[in-house]
């Protein structure tokens, strides 16, 4: 190839880049709608500001305030023997049998002897708390022939506490 055909070569590379790049280029009708939602979802943060501002904050302050903390860890424990059913059929369908069962004694244990869940007399008695609910595997089936498929729960791990959140990372 000669000099000319790499002068062609180069303007019609030129051309091209020129050409592509003002495709690139939104016009202002395309920019304007860019988000057709724009203002209902500004609108829908500006209200959700002021819940938050007004009436969660304070909510939770108040809580904070008003609550010692021994009735808000009795909250805590009941939240969390609400979590248990859940556990326990997460525990079963993985498979995990020991678990399930200890998921199971502890909601018993705390749902008769801990007042419905305000106490945890479960804890005391060395039952452990085990939070999450499904972070492993799922176990499924197929147990013919001795086969075993395993089938992802791509869901997150729930924990029972901030502080086991943060001992997790």
């Not at 009795?74 to 200890?102: C, W």
């Amino acid at each position: 190839m000669g000099r000319i055909g790499r002068v062609a070569s180069g303007l019609c590379g030129l051309a091209l880049c020129a050409g592509l790049s003002a495709c690139a280029a939104p016009s202002p009708a395309a920019l304007a709608a860019n988000d057709p939602y724009e203002e209902f979802n500004r609108a829908s943060l500006k209200r959700n500001s002021k819940i938050d501002k007004y009436v969660v904050l304070p909510t939770v302050r108040a809580y904070f305030t008003l609550v010692p903390e021994d009735g808000r860890r009795g909250v805590h424990n009941f939240l969390g023997n609400l979590a248990l059913p859940t556990i326990f059929l997460n525990d079963m369908m993985q498979g995990e049998t020991s678990r399930a069962g200890k998921s199971m004694w502890r909601l018993v244990v705390n749902s008769t002897v801990g007042v419905g869940g305000f106490l945890d007399p479960a804890s005391k008695m060395g039952i452990p708390g085990l939070a999450r609910i499904s972070a492993r595997p799922w176990r499924c089936g197929a147990w013919a022939k001795g086969l075993i498929s395993f089938c992802r729960s791509w869901a997150p791990a729930i924990r029972a506490t901030r502080q086991d959140w943060w001992s997790m990372r």
